[in-house]
């Protein structure tokens, strides 16, 4: 027994063998058929958790519910086989596990779904948005639903060498059998499934991972095969109205005239802020404390062009509306490309992932990347800035338009990072966290529903201080321009209500919260340059309105002229001496 024992002392080249994990060797379609069926099963989880919710409006039968996991097992396999070319397979297996187990993450802890909007908008995500995601919770849902059957896939499966004749007819018998369960088993659950999914369109992104394939190849692949849209400009016939003639002076206190003033108009485009969670609309917290000391006017019921960023800028700024530009066949020139042809400077600050195209034609700029050092140690951490950043660079970016924004007037476009999720908590200077407790952790989901309203709602007290600081900027400018500001949010954002999370639902099932979106005007001078009622204007805050209102409702401000220009969707129209808009 003595010359079996081991010593690291005599027998230093001695050394104890690890055991080794047994290898099972599978044809390839019998792995495909595994990594599945664990996707069916263990990769679902959200798909099978909703058909559960809605058993009271469709409740399927056991048989049923096998036919479910065979047609989902049968065209997730169908995908595996796609997939499953020798020196391709192990590697397009694991991709497809890790995405799988990421997106089933987020399902689980958000209530996202992943449509081809939500891949935009991912292939968009700036770094720093990125990074708020990640988290151990993250990492160990991964590990364990998509590392587990990776270890076994490269560490004990041997996937048995291919023959081409042999095997080449038994793979295609497999996959026509796999396409024969699911056009079978689709039709005989489509009584049951076909009003589920009518009513709750949401579920067929839920499908795991099919849904993240098509969803992706969508927004990659389907490009590559459509035709170009072509450009079309919008702003040949932009022009300024009247209200920049030289005109009769202006009467002053002291009875003595001054000259016209240029105007300066700054539009902030506001990040997934709720309009119910706004002071001005009646939410019982006071959020907005220094917008309402500033005598504001604020829309109650206005709805957004989209649910996410990506969809909702870039139409906000269009003059099709939000029917028209979803549906169009030509990309168009946008509201700041009319502004600037008709001799206005314009400029566009971001605090955000970019202006989503809407600023390619005008002097655009990312704020983090112009401001000195000391602003960036003050207003930035972690590679994200506060938007009080922008506020410092307004000076700068007024003086860039030069004699053009001197002369003629200015706009200014301010992209708020504002409320972003999910990392609330660093959307607010610790002096603006009047509400606490509030939820510190990116994951939202595993704070409590108080937590969560605490901390976005101080997100809507730093845009509150932030539009604020602005507006008190442009006063310091009255005595060289005619004033204004206006601030509208892009789209709104869920808090848990019915255990959903953020933002980018599609449209037509996304709840109201993702779609009720702030408006707020600060008057300044603006209104009576272009003969507007602020009485009348603060009589109709509770008319609808929508992103399709913005476009000619800046015009109108502005008095600028355009075939574009329609005036039953400017909001202050109806609020405008008659005679002002004639001829536009």
């Not at 990125?130 to 059957?149: I, Q, W």
């Not at 939820?439 to 309203?453: I, K, N, Q, W, Y």
């Amino acid at each position: 027994m003595t010359d079996l024992t081991l010593s690291p002392v005599a027998h230093p080249a001695a050394a104890v063998p690890l055991p080794r994990l047994p290898r099972l060797t599978l044809p390839p379609r019998w792995a495909a058929l595994a990594l599945a069926l664990w996707c069916t099963i263990g990769l679902n989880q959200a798909w099978w958790a909703r058909l559960t919710q809605l058993s009271h409006e469709q409740s399927l039968s056991t048989t049923e519910q096998l036919w479910t996991a065979l047609v989902l097992t049968a065209a997730t396999f169908l995908w595996f086989m796609l997939l499953s070319w020798p020196g391709l397979r192990r590697i397009g297996w694991s991709v497809t596990l890790l995405t799988a187990a990421a997106v089933q993450y987020f399902m689980l802890h958000y209530g996202i779904v992943v449509d081809p909007g939500m891949v935009r908008n991912a292939l968009q995500t700036n770094t720093s948005e990125t990074l708020a995601l990640l988290g151990s919770g993250l990492m160990l849902h991964v590990l364990l639903y998509a590392g587990l059957p990776m270890a076994l896939l490269w560490g004990v499966v041997r996937l048995q060498p291919t023959a081409w004749r042999r095997d080449l007819w038994r793979s295609a018998l497999w996959v026509l059998a796999a396409i024969a369960v699911v056009v079978g088993g689709g039709k005989l659950l489509y009584k049951p499934m076909a009003p589920l999914v009518r009513n709750h369109t949401e579920i067929r992104y839920l499908l795991n991972p099919l849904s993240t394939v098509v969803s992706v190849g969508n927004v990659t692949l389907k490009p590559l095969f459509k035709t170009q849209r072509p450009f079309q400009q919008i702003s040949d016939d932009a022009a300024l109205g009247s209200s920049y003639a030289a005109g009769p002076l202006r009467p002053t206190a002291a009875g003595a005239g001054t000259a016209r003033k240029p105007p300066l108009l700054v539009l902030v485009v506001g990040e997934t802020a709720r309009s119910d969670h706004f002071g001005l609309n009646g939410y019982p917290r006071n959020t907005t404390p220094q917008l309402e000391a500033r005598h504001v006017i604020s829309w109650r019921n206005v709805r957004s062009c989209g649910t996410n960023t990506l969809a909702s800028v870039p139409c906000m700024f269009s003059h099709l509306g939000k029917e028209g530009f979803e549906g169009r066949k030509f990309e168009y020139g946008n509201l700041l490309d009319v502004l600037q042809h008709a001799g206005l400077g314009v400029d566009w600050l971001d605090n955000q992932a970019g202006c989503k195209g809407v600023c390619n034609r005008v002097s655009h700029a990312q704020a983090d990347q112009i401001a000195n050092a000391g602003a960036v140690r003050q207003w930035c951490k972690d590679d994200e800035c506060l938007d009080q950043i922008m506020v410092d660079l307004l000076d700068q970016r007024l003086s860039a338009l030069q004699q053009v924004g001197q002369r003629q007037g200015a706009v200014l476009v301010l992209h708020q990072m504002g409320s972003h999720g999910p990392a609330y908590h660093r959307r607010s200077a610790p002096g603006h966290k009047r509400f606490t407790p509030e939820c510190a952790t990116h994951v939202t989901s595993d704070c409590s529903r108080g937590e969560l309203v605490n901390v976005y709602d101080n997100s809507i007290v730093e845009t509150d201080h932030f539009v604020s600081r602005t507006i008190d900027w442009l006063t310091t400018k009255q005595d060289r321009f005619d004033t204004g500001l206006i601030y509208l949010s892009d789209h709104g954002e869920s808090l848990g209500e019915n255990g959903l999370y953020l933002h980018g639902l599609p449209y037509v099932i996304a709840p109201d919260v993702q779609k009720h979106v702030p408006w707020v005007l600060w008057p300044g001078t603006l209104l009576e340059r272009t003969q507007v009622a602020e009485r009348c204007l603060r009589a109709g805050t509770d008319a609808p309105l929508t992103h399709d209102n913005f476009y000619h409702t800046v015009l109108g401000l502005l008095d600028v002229r355009s075939h574009t220009y329609q005036a039953p969707l400017d909001a202050f129209a109806r609020c405008r001496a008659d005679s002002h808009r004639e001829g536009a």
